[in-house]
Nanobody, 128 residues
Framework: VQLQASGGGSVQAGDSLTLSCTAS??????????LGWFRQSPGKEREFVAS????????WYGLSVRGRFTISRDNPKNTVYLQMSDLRPEDTAIYYC????????????????????WGQGTLVTVSS
C-alpha cells in the first residue's frame, strides 16, 4: 500500500485544518489497515498523534492533542482524516500518516510503531 498525505498549510493559532491521507496500491484499499497520524518538528523526535483501529472501532490520541484533534476514516474513499482544531504554535510539524494491516489503534499509539507503509508527510505551520 502507498500513502499520500495532503492538506497541510500555514494557519494562525486557534484555526482549524484537516489533513487527508489517501491510499493506493492495495487490493483491499484501506479497509483492513489500522491507521495513524504522527508528527515531527525540527530537532524533535517523532510523536504519536492519533490512530484508528482497522475497523474503526476505536481511536487513540496523544495527550497533547486530545480534545482538539479527531481522526476518522472513509474506507470507500480509501482515506483517513485528521481534523485539527484550536491549533497552537507547538502543533507546527511535518505530519505523517501510516498504515498497518489489521492493527488495533493501541498498536500504533507509539512514536515508532511497526507499520506497513508511511506517507510522505505534509507540513503544518501554526503562527501565533
Amino acid at each position: 500500500v502507498q500513502l499520500q498525505a495532503s492538506g497541510g498549510g500555514s494557519v494562525q493559532a486557534g484555526d482549524s485544518l484537516t489533513l487527508s491521507c489517501t491510499a493506493s496500491g492495495s487490493p483491499f484499499g484501506l479497509g483492513r489497515y489500522g491507521l495513524g497520524w504522527f508528527r515531527q518538528s525540527p530537532g524533535k523526535e517523532r510523536e504519536f498523534v492519533a490512530s484508528i483501529t482497522w475497523n474503526g472501532a476505536a481511536t487513540w490520541y496523544g495527550l497533547s492533542v486530545r480534545g482538539r484533534f479527531t481522526i476518522s476514516r472513509d474506507n470507500p474513499k480509501n482515506t483517513v482524516y485528521l481534523q485539527m482544531s484550536d491549533l497552537r504554535p507547538e502543533d507546527t510539524a511535518i505530519y505523517y500518516c501510516a498504515a498497518r494491516a489489521l492493527a488495533q489503534a493501541s498498536e500504533l499509539a507509539m512514536a515508532s510503531p511497526t507499520v506497513d507503509a508511511w506517507g510522505q508527510g505534509t507540513l503544518v505551520t501554526v503562527s501565533s
